[in-house]
């Protein structure tokens, strides 16, 4: 079992930045390809970035890539999401999850834990 708990959510202005944080405890963190992944009100989840085990190769979806940067540091069980140039399309609640497989990792079904999200508004 993996336990994950974000943080580093809140309001900003458009243009903006934020970084979220999520601590992992539980298993080994760093057996576990981690993602990011984002619910906006009435929308489905969707994946936003994910970093491999050893923190060689990320991936990020076309509307984040430039601006977003995913990262891990593995000592310290965390996995970050630092966001800049925020937009108000940003806003929703963004979740962390870490992944035992080997699959696609930009699908949420291959990830096997969830944290409780974190609430990121972009105000215009």
């Known amino acids: 079992q993996v336990q994950l708990v974000e943080s580093g959510g809140g309001l900003v202005q458009a243009g903006g930045s934020l970084r979220l944080s999520c601590v992992a405890s539980?298993?080994?963190?760093?057996?576990?390809?981690m993602g990011w992944f984002r619910q906006a009100p009435r929308k489905e989840r969707e994946f936003v970035a994910a970093?491999?085990?050893?923190?060689?190769?990320?991936y990020y979806a076309d509307s984040v890539k430039g601006r977003f940067t995913i990262s891990r540091d593995n000592a310290k069980n965390t996995v970050y999401l630092q966001m800049n140039s925020l937009k108000p399309d940003d806003t929703a609640v963004y979740y962390c999850?870490?992944?035992?497989?080997?699959?696609?990792?930009?699908?949420?079904?291959?990830?096997?834990?969830w944290g409780q999200g974190t609430q990121v508004t972009v105000s215009s």
């Open positions: 999850a870490a992944s035992g497989s080997y699959g696609s990792l930009t699908v949420a079904k291959e990830y096997d834990y």
């Open positions: 539980g298993r080994t963190f760093g057996n576990y390809v």
């Open positions: 970093i491999s085990r050893g923190a060689g190769t990320t």
